[in-house]
């Protein structure tokens, strides 16, 4: 079952990121994402889940009439908002999480939304975190990165080290290299066919696709 949650960060009017959401199997609003949702995507989400502090009013009466389930969790607590929309995807079954809305605004959530990846690769969930723009998750051990050629792609490691790395239809190959935290060097990278690939033996590596048509 694929989930996508729509987060609370910037998004903006595409029909990608429309297309992504209506295609979903459940569609998650994580508190103020139901916004982005009435104002961005069209269709109301499935579920409605957080504390609600970022739910106004006109949100609140469209998912009323769409029969939205509404989870309100209390202010204090532990987790983000997004945080509760991936742990209600998880407990549904879910096995493929896109998130929208999860840049833009502040750097430090921006920041650890994108971490949230983290987990979710060690638990053997595909996910990414979509934009109008932009792909980005972290790889398994062997990760299609398909697009456009000229497209730029960006390797990046976020442990220590991601060792044994092999690309194919990259401009720059990477040869049973390993790239380190902190090193730019995978970065700025380009396709040179439509279906490329990535595969390495240990560590977990970021992939960040950027798209040549985000009109």
Request: one cysteine or more; proline letters at 2%.
């Amino acid at each position: 079952m694929k989930a996508v949650i729509v987060a609370n960060g910037d998004l903006r009017d595409h029909l990608r990121l429309v297309e992504i959401w209506r295609a979903a199997d459940l569609r998650i609003a994580a508190d103020g994402g139901a916004t982005n949702a009435r104002k961005h995507l069209t269709l109301a989400p499935h579920v409605l889940i957080g504390d609600f502090d970022s739910v106004d009013e006109a949100t609140h009466a469209w998912c009323m009439q769409a029969h939205t389930e509404l989870i309100k969790h209390s202010r204090e607590k532990n987790e983000t908002d997004l945080e509760l929309a991936i742990d209600l995807a998880i407990a549904r079954g879910t096995t493929d999480i896109t998130i929208l809305g999860a840049i833009g605004g502040r750097f430090d959530q921006m920041l650890a939304n994108a971490f949230l990846l983290v987990r979710l690769a060690r638990a053997r969930i595909h996910a990414r975190i979509v934009d109008i723009d932009f792909d980005a998750w972290l790889a398994w051990e062997h990760s299609p990165i398909n697009g456009k050629i000229g497209e730029t792609v960006s390797l990046i490691s976020i442990t220590d080290r991601v060792d044994e790395i092999v690309t194919n239809g990259l401009r720059y190959p990477l040869r049973n290299e390993t790239l380190y935290l902190g090193s730019p060097r995978g970065v700025s990278n380009e396709l040179i066919v439509e279906n490329a690939s990535v595969t390495f033996k240990s560590g977990l590596l970021l992939v960040v696709h950027l798209l040549a048509d985000s009109r």
